[in-house]
Each structure stands twice: as structure tokens, then as C-alpha cells.
């Protein structure tokens, strides 16, 4: 089975600042890497799909990269409502598996 | 607009069983794989299970594999899980998931209803 590694596990940045988050697979993936965006009591939200393609409705600000084994998620101004946990997911191989997530959080 | 609504979740002693169902509407429900992902308290989320458009596929982490059985009826538009032999380490929000595509394999998911809670415990 292939495993998700986040980092860093909580990153604190202030509104209007960029967040880098990362996300590495124990082996390649190819493109097939989603992002997920869940806010406290609420269900996941995808973002990005195919690691790099914003899913419908998704700010321009959101921006994913990379392949095979390290992608990243790029928010490039936070706004408010950004702050949430933010989890990858790989559906290259069964299982699909996610990563343990990325808490962003106020700074 | 795309709905996912489960429901059938609860408190259940170890051993026991429970049947979650999801309603789904606002898509043509037989077209896309579903699944089943769960999140215990505080926690990630962990893939369960999925099931192909028609029904034919059905695919399981190996933590449920021959205690939970994933079922479709596309003429109600409605997704289940039947859960058997329950744990105390299934306790977690259950949520219903839309694939993109018809196929289980291979698939993001890009609508997620807003979950049951499913404790298990004596």
C-alpha cells in the first residue's frame, strides 16, 4: 500500500500571507493526487484533482503542482475562511489513501 | 445541485450491525462509482469502500473486508453499507462519497454528504 506524508502537520500564517503546503507518496502516483479542504464539523471539500486542476468553484488562489512522488498545494493569499485542515488523497493504486493532513491556522 | 444525504447511524454494542444508507439526487446516481469514507473522532479520514455505477465492482479496505458489504439500488438513487461485527475501532463519521466517473478505480471524490456518526461501545 502506498503511504501519504503531509508536512508540515500544522502551519501558522497570517491572512494575506502564502501557505506551502506538501505532500509525499512512498512511490510514484503519476498526476493521480487530490486535495481536500475540511472546515470543523463540516465534510471534505475537494479542491484539486489530477494534482493540478482546480475542481469546479475553486478560488484561483488555490494552486496544485507536481508528480509521481511530491506534489504540492499552494494557497497564495489566505483569506479567513482558508484557515481548515487540508488532507491529499492518491487513487493511482488501491487502496485509495489519504494523507494524515496539514492543519492551517491563524498566525 | 448535487445532494448526498446519509443516514442510519447510531450507537451499537460490539458485535452488533448497522445498515447506513445515502440518498443521493441531483445526478444521474448509476453513472458514477461511490464510496464510503470514514473519519474516527479527531482524526484522518480512512477510504472503506466503493462500488462501480452499475453495481458490478465492489472493492473494501482490508480493516472491513468481510464484515461490511457496500450495495447500490439505482432506481432509489440510494448507496448503503451494511456493517457487521462491529468494533469499537469502527466508531467514526461515515460519509458517502461521488466519484467522477462510473468506474471505482482510479477516482477522486468530488461530492461528500455531510456524514453519520457511528459509535460503537458497551
Known amino acids: 500500500e502506498i503511504v501519504m506524508t503531509q508536512s508540515p502537520a500544522t502551519l501558522s500564517v497570517s491572512p494575506g500571507e502564502r501557505a506551502t503546503l506538501s505532500c509525499r507518496a512512498s512511490q510514484s502516483v503519476s498526476s493521480n493526487l487530490a486535495w481536500y479542504q475540511q472546515k470543523p464539523g463540516q465534510a471534505p471539500r475537494l479542491l484539486i484533482y489530477g494534482a493540478s486542476t482546480r475542481a469546479t468553484g475553486i478560488p484561483a488562489r488555490f494552486s496544485g503542482s507536481g508528480s509521481g512522488t511530491e506534489f504540492t498545494l499552494t494557497i497564495s493569499s489566505l483569506q479567513s475562511e482558508d484557515f481548515a485542515v487540508y488532507y491529499c488523497?492518491?487513487?493511482?493504486?488501491?487502496?485509495?489513501?489519504f494523507g494524515q493532513g496539514t492543519k492551517v491556522e491563524i498566525k | 445541485e448535487v445532494q448526498l444525504l446519509e443516514s442510519g447511524g447510531g450507537l451499537v454494542q460490539p458485535g452488533g450491525s448497522l445498515r447506513l444508507s445515502c440518498a443521493a439526487s441531483g445526478f444521474t446516481f448509476s453513472s458514477y462509482a461511490m464510496s464510503w469514507v470514514r473519519q474516527a473522532p479527531g482524526k484522518g479520514l480512512e477510504w472503506v469502500s466503493a462500488?462501480?455505477?452499475?453495481?458490478?465492482?465492489?472493492y473494501y479496505a482490508d480493516s472491513v473486508k468481510g464484515r461490511f458489504t457496500i450495495s447500490r439500488d439505482n432506481s432509489k438513487n440510494t448507496l448503503y453499507l451494511q456493517m457487521n461485527s462491529l468494533r469499537a475501532e469502527d466508531t467514526a463519521v461515515y460519509y458517502c462519497a461521488k466519484a467522477t466517473k462510473s468506474i471505482a478505480a482510479r477516482q477522486s471524490f468530488d461530492y461528500w454528504g455531510q456524514g453519520t456518526l457511528v459509535t460503537v461501545s458497551s
Open positions: 488523497q492518491q487513487y493511482n493504486n488501491w487502496p485509495p489513501r
Open positions: 462500488i462501480s455505477g452499475s453495481g458490478g465492482s465492489t
